[in-house]
């Protein structure tokens, strides 16, 4: 394993997603050199939805819920972002969330802008009655906020294909029968039988993995016997692992929202993901291995990290602990400015989350095609066509990073802004 320099800092006052992401777009917008106009417009979002309403749970009583959507930018295309369900949710961090898709999308290339949202809940405390009931009202409740033209939601954190089927029902029942068809592609990563795309499930962890691939292969080094960490268990941080294993790669620990454990020896994906599914989705008590302690967690020996889970999760305070040569973000924004910049002093690479978790939007734009020109894409043809298009992106973002001199991450908000700011001169700005 590459040795990496520890490092001890002074502690800085907490930041939030949202100080977090003006920053780092703050300092990509220097480097562009970025038109003082443009970067007034990308500073702030266009729409800011709050909405609360009510619906009636399984013993009769009402319950008020709070949802978010917030469209950040539109220049390059309709809205796309996820919408997810957890008790921290709030403007600010959907704010966040909505700029980081807005890089992502310009970034991959694709024809979107960036939006975010969600619910303010947990919805581990509700039926799945009750879950379906509240997002339908949601969905009612956003109305033409979003459309597949305009607005198209997908899975987040503690969302899933059947979030998204009843989403697009719903809003496929507010249509005129004849219209009903042409509004499927509302919502991405429904279920295969709702016009769902083959292997939307793993895109995101996909793409993880192919982005620690791309980055390996560049600096000459192997996969197989290679050690690493996930922090998030879950749709991101399974398939991830899921392909590292399958290339020889070796997991030694694992953090969810219930504990973590590590094992130098090796843990099972598969057996650790058969293990929980049989105990409510937790890791805790998994047979041989070692319960650890959560502020342990990244400072557990691997090569590399992959935080998965919640944002700004990598911080000055864990950030010295980290001895992974490389970070790759599953998640969106887990690691703050002040963490980066300790990482990169300490000699830690890490490939950015608007690159490195892009598989899932890219995913997502495969099956919006596909409902939108009536197709049905197979398995094998996707997964293909998923790699083309990350190997495309990662080789730019690698080109602009050695040819500027740049870390990885502020070469890749150097591509992504730059697209933005041509569509806008190129356009004009009305009236």
């Not at 917008?29 to 909405?51: F, H, Q, R, S, Y």
């Not at 997908?154 to 294909?161: F, S």
């Not at 219930?258 to 599914?277: A, C, D, H, M, P």
Request: with cysteine.
């Amino acid at each position: 394993m590459t040795l990496v320099k520890e490092l001890k800092v002074k502690k800085q006052p907490k930041q939030g997603m949202l100080e977090n992401v003006l920053k780092q777009f703050n300092t990509a917008a220097d480097l562009v050199n970025l038109n003082p106009n443009i970067k007034k417009i990308l500073e702030v979002t266009n729409n800011e939805l709050i909405i609360h309403f009510p619906v009636r749970m399984d013993n009769g009583n009402v319950e008020i819920f709070k949802g978010y959507r917030v469209q950040h930018n539109n220049a390059l295309g309709p809205y796309k972002g996820g919408l997810r369900y957890h008790p921290t949710i709030d403007i600010d961090s959907v704010k966040a969330l909505a700029m980081w898709m807005t890089w992502k999308t310009s970034l991959a290339g694709l024809p979107y802008g960036g939006a975010k949202g969600g619910i303010q809940m947990d919805p581990s405390k509700y039926s799945a009655s009750e879950l379906e009931r509240i997002t339908r009202r949601f969905t009612y409740a956003l109305g033409e906020n979003i459309g597949p033209e305009h607005d198209i939601p997908a899975p987040d954190v503690n969302t899933n294909a059947q979030t998204m089927a009843w989403i697009a029902d719903t809003y496929m029942s507010t249509k005129a029968p004849s219209e009903r068809s042409k509004n499927q592609h509302v919502v991405t990563g429904k279920p295969i039988g709702s016009g769902g795309l083959e292997g939307r499930d793993r895109a995101t962890g996909y793409g993880v993995y192919l982005s620690i691939k791309f980055w390996a292969k560049n600096k000459k080094i192997e996969l197989k016997n290679k050690t690493f960490i996930v922090q998030g268990f879950g749709n991101v941080g399974y398939w991830a692992a899921h392909f590292l294993e399958l290339d020889g790669a070796k997991m030694v620990g694992v953090q969810d929202a219930f504990g973590s454990i590590s094992n130098k020896k090796g843990i099972s994906v598969e057996q650790l993901f058969e293990y929980t599914k049989a105990n409510n989705g937790s890791i805790v008590n998994y047979p041989n291995s070692n319960a650890i302690l959560k502020e342990d967690f990244f400072g557990v020996d691997c090569d590399i990290c992959i935080p998965a889970a919640l944002g700004n999760q990598i911080t000055e305070e864990n950030a010295p602990k980290i001895k992974a040569f490389l970070v790759a973000e599953g998640a969106n924004g887990p690691t703050t400015v002040e963490a980066e910049k300790i990482l990169l002093e300490r000699g830690i690479e890490v490939i950015p989350d608007i690159l490195c978790n892009s598989g899932g939007v890219i995913g997502s734009y495969f099956e919006w095609l596909q409902n939108r020109n009536g197709e049905l894409w197979e398995l094998e043809e996707i997964l293909v066509k998923l790699e083309k298009k990350l190997k495309e992106v990662f080789k730019k973002v690698l080109q602009a990073s050695e040819s500027k001199g740049l870390d990885m991450r502020s070469a890749a908000y150097f591509i992504a802004i730059e697209r933005i700011e041509k569509a806008y001169i190129q356009r004009g700005i009305f009236p």
